[in-house]
């Protein structure tokens, strides 16, 4: 009979000195059993990945999203390709449950199961892969960050392009001289509400058009890269649920690129979670219906890339996207404009040259008392006021670095400046470096300016 002394009569010990119940050791047992009968099914996701991302889950960032998440690729994915009875499918189930409720059970079963010490496997982050954006974030926001991308990465090659400056300076008419498909049409510009958004693509010629046409296209290879992840005996037609799984792992660094919400894409995880009805009505959903065709095909044939002829891909010579942002001049807008500023952003200040700084603002529809700069503001302050903004919105320091995101200082109405081309380039220096003169001399916003000449 044990009497207590005798160590070979404690229960065995994990993680927080928590003895393993009887319960704990059928699980590892089970486990060793189905592990050993999948691992046969070479080509199919295995269990044993499922109960690895739970274990650690478990252990180190709980995510309830995540462990649906994970439930569902059981049940739709490895539950397809193994074909579990429903009573086996159940028991599997209860032990993922109960190895995401308990910690020391996930330690146990790596351990003893998997031959994994799953305390020692968080690697340290490498700083230099942290993106600038998340740096200024907190400890857990990186953690999550470097957890997403284990799901999958893409190189974001968005440029964002922030047009300010005061009310009829010429910002609409420069953006609509940038792009292609403006300045073909020769559009006089309203005078813009808000702010407005073009996202254009860089064209083999450096040109930029708008985007929309490469945009759907690079859906569409979204669309097969995620319907690829599904094993190909999957019958889509027929399944419940859940190649729209696939799409909720779009890449980690573009979603934390995205500009603005793209409703075709966005999907809702509580609905898809939970919902048979919603996932059956967005398999019919015309977007999705208009890929599966794409799907089989790639099923029946995988090595055979599908193309689409009507969109001119050939045209594009690289990937990269501007946004370009035109800002309202109005004063009326200027308060919110600042909440939009960002780091990962190039700013264009455009100056009127045909106005000296020292001369007062005449608004013509407001009072001119705007953001802190009262009644009768020169075009000095307008200058100082979106460059203060800029640096204070977007800008960072921090212990491990600092961001200047890159101000290229612009000046309108040439065509009515006095002299030749030479004489207009000098007096607008002129004008920028006596504007940029009256900061302190180590300000930091002079950080941000791109050639700067004094
Ligand atoms: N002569 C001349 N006119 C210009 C130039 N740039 C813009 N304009 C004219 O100035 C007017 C206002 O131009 P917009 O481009 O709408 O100015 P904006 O800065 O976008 O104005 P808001 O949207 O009100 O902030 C339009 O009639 C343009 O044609 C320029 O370089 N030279």
New binding site residues.
Partial sequence: MADGNNPTDDPPVVGDDVGIDPQTLEIARILRSLDEEITEEKSMPLLKEIITQIAHESVHDRNYNVLTDYMRRFVNVLGFSVQFSVSKTKEIIKILLKIWNEPNVARYVMQEVYKEDIDAAEKPFDPDKIPNAVKQLDDKAIKIFFKALQDGEEEVKNIRLM?V????????????NLIKDFRDKNI??????GIDLHRCQVMEDGDWCLDTKYKLQKYKNRMESAFNKIPLNTNLATASTDYTDSIEGLPVKEQIDADVPDNQIQTEPEKMNNNRDYTEQHVKDEFVQNYLPLVQKMNENKDEPVKDSNVPLERIKTEITVSVW?????TLYYSTHQFFLNQRSIYLV?MDMTKSLKDNVKELDGSGIWCGLVNECTYLDVFKFWLNAIHMYSGYKSTTGEINPTVILVG?????MEGNDQDKEKTKDRYFNKALLSFERDSPVLNHIHEKIF
């Avoid at 400056?165 to 609509?176: A, H, I, Q, R, Y």
């Avoid at 006089?188 to 509400?193: L, N």
């Avoid at 035109?326 to 109005?330: K, L, M, P, S």
Wanted: glycine share 14%.
């Fill in positions: 047009v400056g005061m009310f009829g300076v010429g910002k609409t008419s420069l953006v609509n006089i510009p309203p005078s813009t509400e035109d800002f309202a001049g109005q455009l309108t109405r040439k065509d009515q």
